[in-house]
């Protein structure tokens, strides 16, 4: 089984997303579609599952996992589950992706259960604006957990969609946060995935330009990472904390993807701006096929994977994925 999984083009997966859930507390209008359909439950996959797919991608070299959803917390079990794969994995680097809503009573737990990383998803610090971009009045619910997550000893990252017309006024405002609190605040570009999420070109608001107005308020100091992910670092002189840019539009980091997403309905996507799916769930439930048959899918789907940033030129009017985010996990 053990072996690099590398890819038609070279590139090495060493990172796994997977979602546990599509179901999600909030309404975000760029994530979610107008009509919440969701998984049934009895395709969604189990715990049990997930640690057997986490335990085969530790074997073929996956050296980091985030859970994902929708909304990993509203999933019943979750906190219980996180415990189990840090005692099982713990050579693993383990993180989760939250909007922050409901954590609050797990910030502990988090922080001894071997996942000491969260990225929380914020996309404006006006409480009104989260009202209208969310469906729901917990901003300050957010606020209060990212302060909490901090003061616990954990890796925060709070992300940030940047978006034209929305948020593009609130730069000074997540540069304080940043310069008061230890925590990298990133803006990540409005991609054009999913249907009626109010996408256009018009809309997206550049990490070039993000950067460039920042300058003009803040003394930027990039930072050389030793593991180079998908954004771009910077210092601030005078803070805490450190603001990012993550270009997924305007200047795509294809080249160097390391990524592998497992889907809650168990499927395995190798891009995140193309819909085609690898079918696991099947093999996972069939009482007489093993390890290796996942490990061939897993490898079968590497040999395909494609350059996104050729699907999204190629796509860029329609959309370059069809699949809700909250249905991919991000």
């Known amino acids: 089984m053990a072996g690099k999984l590398l890819d038609a083009h070279g590139r090495k997966a ?23 359909v969701f998984i049934p439950h009895d395709r969604i996959l189990r715990y049990e599952e997930i640690l057997r797919c986490m335990g085969i991608a530790r074997e073929l070299g996956i050296e980091k996992v985030r859970f994902t959803g929708g909304e990993p917390f509203v999933r019943k079990g979750f906190m219980d589950f996180v415990e189990e794969a840090g ?3 713990p050579d693993l680097t383990l ?20 996942l000491s990383r969260v990225n929380i998803s914020l996309d404006t610090l006006d409480r009104d ?4 971009m969310t469906g ?14 901090v003061d616990a000893g954990m890796t925060v ?30 803006f990540i570009e409005f991609m054009p995935i999913g249907q009626d999420t109010g996408w256009s070109e018009g809309s997206v608001w550049t990490a070039s330009d993000i950067i460039r107005e920042a300058s003009e308020l803040e003394k930027l100091v990039p930072v050389a990472e030793r593991h180079r992910g998908p954004a771009t670092m910077y210092a601030l002189a005078a803070g805490k904390g450190r603001l ?24 395995l996507r190798t891009c995140l701006f193309s819909d085609r799916v690898f079918h696991l769930r099947k093999i996972l439930r069939h009482p007489r096929l093993k390890d290796e048959h996942v490990v ?21 009017e329609r959309g370059v994925c069809s699949t809700k985010m909250a249905a991919i996990g991000g």
């Open 129 to 132: 604006r989260y009202r209208h």
């Open 157 to 186: 990252k709070v992300n940030a969609v940047g978006v034209r017309g929305f948020n593009d006024d609130e730069l000074p405002a997540f540069l304080e946060l940043a310069r008061t609190r230890p925590v990298d605040v990133r």
């Open 244 to 267: 990012g840019v993550i270009s997924p539009y305007s200047n795509h980091f294809c080249g160097s993807c390391n990524r592998l997403r497992l889907t809650s309905e168990g499927d």
């Open 87 to 89: 005692r099982r994995f």
């Open 14 to 36: 060493s990172y796994m997303r997977v979602s546990v859930t599509d179901r999600c507390n909030l309404l975000c209008r760029y994530c979610a579609s107008k009509e919440r």
């Open 136 to 149: 729901r009045d917990l901003f300050q619910v957010v606020r209060d957990n990212i302060d909490a997550c």
């Open 95 to 114: 993180a989760a992706t939250t909007n922050a809503t409901i954590i609050g009573k797990h910030i502990d737990r988090l922080a001894t259960s071997g």
């Open 296 to 316: 061939r899918v897993v490898r079968t789907a590497l040999k395909s994977k494609p350059i996104g940033h050729d699907l999204l030129a190629a796509k860029r």
